[in-house]
Structure formats: structure tokens, C-alpha cells
């Protein structure tokens, strides 16, 4: 049941993201590589395959357009896994899905930020707070002094060692995550994004790249790049795709690390004990799905405004 919830909540916040999103795009023009040709989640196992049609119902449930595919209907939904058809027992098809680059997403969108009239202070790190009677009066950084009327916390996995400076606990956990990027084979590289999930691993195309990202590795703040783990995630992509393994020489390796919640959903929404203190963090592997949805609730609510969705299950009081 516990998940069940969890679930729903993500789900209904995924979907107002894809739609803000696109808003965004509309109103900025920024280029991400995107592509709109869905989500297979394909799997091995046909009792496997069978549990995961029974859980997709609270996906449909809640508004997504999720349709089970057998191994037939797999290979024509993306002719690219004809090579390992006879490894596939089906799949969970959603076909909304979307993917891009984040990266280039978000560098877009800071220059044309910038072109407004808004201000980065990019390489400045936060040594301080100034409060007074309940309130921040300004963040002290190695840069200056910096004064607002309100405050985001939204530091990813570093968000708790700041929370903590102002008397608030975050349970906000890193979980070291790897990714693999190399040139997509011409003719038959995937059309949509593609989650093997008895691999772990998602693999995506951003314009003439492919990218696999998976792993989930506890160890702190390490950031490290382990070359077994990097290299089982490039084995587990030219597994599937066999047409990748000529330019798995050219692959470029990455690590990062995840912020992670108890119960694997984000926190937004107001953080005591100061009044003028936000938050938005903790949204794990889907900082990229959530993040439009999660900062225009959060702006709503500061601003004074009545947000789209209920932000009451993403509160740290619910911990």
C-alpha cells in the first residue's frame, strides 16, 4: 500500500512535469536533443514480465498511457532489439515517455536566463547564514554576502550538510550512480528509450549519442569512478545492442551521485524552523522527470500562489 502511494504521487507529478516542461521549451526555444518516441521497460522473465503488467495498473490508474507488449510487439515498437528478440518476454510500453539531455537542457535555459536579466554566481560556495527573529537575512558566501526575500535549498545530496547549519535534518542519502556515452551505430540505433530490468540499466538516445546509465552504489560521497562498475554498465548496453560493441572504444565514462529519500520521493515545500526557507531536493533518479514540476510548485508557493498539485505529500514532515 505504502508503495502503491509513493507511486501515485510520483506519477501525477512526473505528468504535470512533462507538461511544464514543455511550456518551458515553447516559451524558450532551448534545444535538448529530445525525443518523443516513448519507454519500453522490456524484461527476461515471463513471471517477471507478468508481476510487472499486474503493478503497471496503478501507472494507468493515475493517467499514464502504459500498454503491455509481447516480444512481437517489442521488436516492431523499436526495431533495434531484433538482435536479442529471442531474450525478450515482453514489455511495459509508455508511450509519453520522453528523453533528453539535462546537461544541455539546463545550460540552454541559463543563458537564456541570463539574457533576461537573471544572475549566476557560478564557483561560489556557501560559509554562512545571517538570520534574525526567524528568518534568513542574507547567505554568506566566499564571494559576499548575498539578501533575499526567500531561500532555496536545493543542493542535491549536499542539501543536508547546509540544512543542518540552520537546525533542520534532512534524510537525504547519496547513491553513486554511473553512466556510459558513445556514438550511436547509424541504421539501427534504438528510436526510443530503452530500461532493461534485469540489467538495471536505461539506455537513451540524445541526437547522434547513446547514453546507458545504472549502478546504485552505496559508499558516502565518494566520487570515484570504479572502472568495473563503469565498464558492467557498457558490457549490459552492447549485450542488448550488440550493433553498439565496434564503438564501445570511443565510450566516455561518468559518475554521480544521487540524492536519495526513505521512501524515494522528493522534498519541496517549506522548511522549518526558518520562515523564508524552501526546499526542493532528495528526487533520486529523477531529478530530470520531476525537476520543471517540482521548481514551478515550489515558485507557486513561495510566490503566494495556489500550485497545480497537492504539495503536502512531498513535505519533510511526512518523515
Not at 189 to 209: N, W
Amino acid at each position: 500500500e505504502c508503495a502503491t502511494r509513493n507511486t501515485a504521487r510520483k506519477v501525477r507529478l512526473c505528468t504535470y512535469s512533462q507538461s511544464v516542461l514543455h511550456e518551458t521549451v515553447a516559451a524558450t526555444g532551448v534545444a535538448y536533443d529530445g525525443r518523443r518516441g516513448g519507454l519500453l521497460y522490456f524484461y527476461r522473465d515471463p513471471k517477471a514480465f507478468e508481476a510487472a503488467v499486474a503493478r503497471s495498473r496503478v501507472l494507468s490508474d493515475n493517467g499514464c498511457d502504459v500498454t503491455a507488449l509481447d516480444r512481437d510487439g517489442v521488436v516492431a515498437a523499436d526495431p533495434a532489439l531484433a538482435p536479442v528478440r529471442e531474450r525478450i518476454a515482453g514489455a511495459i510500453y509508455g508511450r509519453a515517455d520522453e528523453s533528453g539531455d539535462c546537461r544541455k537542457f539546463a545550460r540552454g535555459l541559463a543563458a537564456w536566463l541570463q539574457d533576461k536579466g537573471v544572475s549566476f554566481k557560478f564557483g561560489s560556495s556557501v560559509t554562512g547564514f545571517e538570520t534574525r527573529a526567524g528568518r534568513i537575512e542574507a547567505v554568506v558566501t566566499d564571494q559576499g554576502p548575498v539578501s533575499a526575500d526567500g531561500y532555496v535549498l536545493c543542493l542535491g545530496v549536499y542539501s543536508p550538510h547546509v540544512a543542518r547549519q540552520l537546525g533542520a535534518k534532512l534524510p537525504i542519502y547519496p547513491v553513486k550512480g554511473y553512466s556510459v556515452t558513445l556514438p550511436a551505430p547509424e541504421g539501427n540505433a534504438p528510436e526510443v528509450s530503452i530500461t532493461d530490468e534485469a540489467r538495471k540499466i536505461v539506455i537513451s538516445r540524445l541526437g547522434g549519442r547513446l547514453r546507458a546509465a545504472g549502478q546504485a552504489e552505496v559508499g558516502g560521497y565518494d566520487l570515484t569512478l570504479e572502472p568495473a562498475r563503469a565498464n558492467s554498465v557498457l558490457d549490459a548496453l552492447t549485450s542488448l545492442l550488440p550493433q553498439v560493441a565496434p564503438r564501445a572504444g570511443q565510450a566516455e565514462f561518468w559518475c554521480g551521485l544521487r540524492p536519495m529519500t526513505p521512501d524515494g520521493s522528493p522534498v519541496i515545500g517549506r522548511l522549518e524552523p526558518l520562515s523564508n526557507l524552501f526546499i526542493n531536493s532528495g528526487h533520486g533518479t529523477l531529478g530530470w522527470t520531476l525537476g520543471a514540476g517540482s521548481a514551478t510548485l515550489l515558485a507557486d508557493l513561495i510566490c503566494g500562489g495556489l500550485p497545480q498539485l497537492d504539495v503536502s505529500p512531498f513535505s519533510i514532515t511526512r518523515f
